[in-house]
């Protein structure tokens, strides 16, 4: 008997199927795709591809047999309590996606470093002031979060001559990196990094980490760039520590609440500088042979690359 293609549906409510699906076609003839709710059959389903499934659809595949997202955090779909936690969950690893985020970070470390924000600053009261200069040597940047994300920014951001420390769960080695772990290596990292980026996973242990005594470990002056999730940082602490004057300046693409409310203080803020979650957008130009390799895999009965590990939540 001829072996049953492998049968895949498409689940979003904020990416068209149009963009997916057709290409997809094209490169894998021998499987059959199915954008929901146009799921004839949902006990045929095998492969679910997510981003932001709509809560309970993917309950109603009783046979489904391997969830691939199309984003690389899975906090949204692991918070939701419909999600048949024994099948197995990959994350896509972007290349596209890890670039553009490098380049973000890149430039808003640059942006501080170079007293950017405060030359615009300067330029709108016709201001004429130079102000000292430093060395990327003479900056300490501080990662949290050395996963596929946070470990190209500081390799990057080593390139440049800057030090460079990272936070991870586990111990690690990175050549050219000080590395941390766990609790006691977060406040020794906390302390030296000048500018700290946020690559970490929204997590249980992960979520309010950067809080008031935790950002008053910064050294004054310092700045925060929170590229993650709004849910790590402590929105009024951190408003807290800029009306202070300990930060200089905080760089925000993610928020507790999105799109950020109009009535927000970081609107108007003279030391914010916010963008609308766009830090680095998945990039279907590379991410689409990621996908595929991933579809061929399960369907050759290999395990898939990138799977979450429920348990630790990323
Ligand atoms: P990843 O590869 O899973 O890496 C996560 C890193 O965080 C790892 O180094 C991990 O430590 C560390 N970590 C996790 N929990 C920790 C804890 N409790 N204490 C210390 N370190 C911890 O993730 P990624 O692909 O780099 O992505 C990171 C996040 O970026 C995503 O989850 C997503 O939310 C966010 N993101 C944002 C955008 C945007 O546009 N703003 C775009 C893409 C992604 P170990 O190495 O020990 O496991």
């Known amino acids: 008997m001829a072996k049953r293609p492998t049968t895949v549906a498409f689940v979003s409510s904020e990416v068209e199927p149009e963009r997916w699906l057709p290409p997809l076609e094209r490169a894998l003839p021998q499987m059959r795709f199915q954008a929901w709710p146009d799921v004839a059959d949902p006990t045929s389903i095998d492969v679910a591809l997510v981003a932001a499934p709509p809560a309970g659809v993917l309950g109603r595949f009783p046979n489904l047999r391997f969830i691939q997202s199309l984003w690389m955090g899975v906090d949204g779909l692991l918070a939701d309590p419909t999600l048949p936690r024994a099948v197995p969950l990959a994350r896509l690893i972007d290349p596209g996606m890890v670039a553009?985020?490098?380049?973000?970070?890149?430039?808003?470390?640059?942006?501080?470093?170079?007293?950017?924000?405060?030359?615009?600053?300067?330029?709108a009261s016709w201001e004429w002031k130079p102000l000292k200069q430093f060395m990327a040597?003479?900056?300490?940047?501080?990662?949290?979060?050395?996963?596929?994300?946070?470990?190209?920014?500081?390799?990057?951001?080593?390139?440049?001559?800057?030090?460079?420390?990272?936070?991870?769960?586990?111990?690690?080695?990175?050549?050219?990196?000080?590395?941390?772990?766990?609790?006691?290596?977060?406040?020794a990292m906390l302390k030296r990094s000048e500018a700290l980026v946020c690559l970490l996973p929204l997590t249980v242990q992960t979520r309010g980490l950067l809080d008031a005594r935790r950002l008053a470990?910064?050294?004054?002056?310092?700045?925060?760039?929170?590229?993650?999730?709004?849910?790590?940082?402590?929105?009024?602490?951190?408003?807290?520590?800029?009306?202070?004057?300990h930060l200089a300046h905080a760089y925000l693409?993610?928020?507790?609440?999105?799109?950020?409310?109009?009535?927000?203080?970081?609107?108007?803020?003279?030391?914010?500088?916010l963008t609308?979650?766009?830090?680095?957008?998945?990039?279907?130009?590379?991410?689409?042979?990621?996908?595929?390799?991933?579809?061929?895999?399960?369907?050759?009965?290999?395990?898939?690359?990138?799977?979450?590990?429920?348990?630790?939540?990323?």
């Open 137 to 187: 040597a003479d900056r300490t940047v501080g990662i949290l979060g050395l996963g596929a994300l946070g470990a190209d920014a500081a390799a990057k951001l080593v390139t440049l001559g800057f030090r460079v420390c990272g936070w991870s769960r586990r111990e690690k080695t990175i050549p050219g990196i000080e590395a941390f772990f766990g609790h006691d290596g977060l406040e």
């Open 276 to 314: 609308p979650h766009i830090a680095a957008l998945t990039e279907p130009r590379t991410a689409l042979a990621k996908v595929v390799a991933n579809l061929e895999r399960f369907a050759r009965g290999e395990r898939p690359e990138a799977l979450v590990d429920t348990t630790a939540g990323y």
């Open 100 to 123: 553009a985020m490098s380049e973000t970070v890149l430039a808003r470390v640059l942006d501080w470093h170079r007293h950017l924000y405060r030359y615009r600053v300067q330029q």
């Open 217 to 245: 470990l910064l050294p004054q002056g310092g700045c925060l760039i929170n590229l993650a999730r709004g849910a790590h940082v402590v929105e009024r602490d951190l408003l807290a520590v800029l009306d202070a004057g």
């Open 253 to 273: 693409d993610v928020f507790q609440s999105e799109p950020l409310p109009g009535d927000h203080a970081f609107w108007t803020h003279p030391q914010v500088s």
